[in-house]
């Protein structure tokens, strides 16, 4: 299945202080089977070097974009930004946590079956 078939997916990941976990988090994201994604990471202004990781890898996988919240607010409303932040044609989402890791076929697997609609 090309690209242009494959549904677009979002992986959001809203962190805070997650500097011990988030590189390997984003490593997992990276190694996905499925290619057609776009990754967010939504820092909500880590005292740690949370948003220094994640724009680390930005600059190196065109895939990922990094937001930086101006002021600090509560987890819901982390989550509230980063879903904000989804590409229109995104036709799933899905949350990764900074301190998880996914299987490198999670996404595949979950397009497959439809269970990760946005």
Known sequence: MSSRQEPFVSVLTPVYNG????????ESVLSQTYGNFEY????????DRSLEIALEYAKKDRR?????NDQFVGVIENHNIAFSL?????????????????????????????????
Do not use: W
């Open 86 to 118: 989804m590409s229109p044609s995104a036709k799933y989402c899905k949350v990764v946590s900074a301190d998880d890791y996914i299987f490198s076929d999670c996404l595949m697997k979950m397009v497959q079956l439809g269970l990760i609609p946005a």
């Open 40 to 47: 967010i990471i939504v820092n909500n202004r880590s005292t």
């Open 64 to 68: 990922i974009r990094v937001h930086n």
């Open 19 to 26: 500097e011990d976990f988030l590189a390997e988090c984003i």
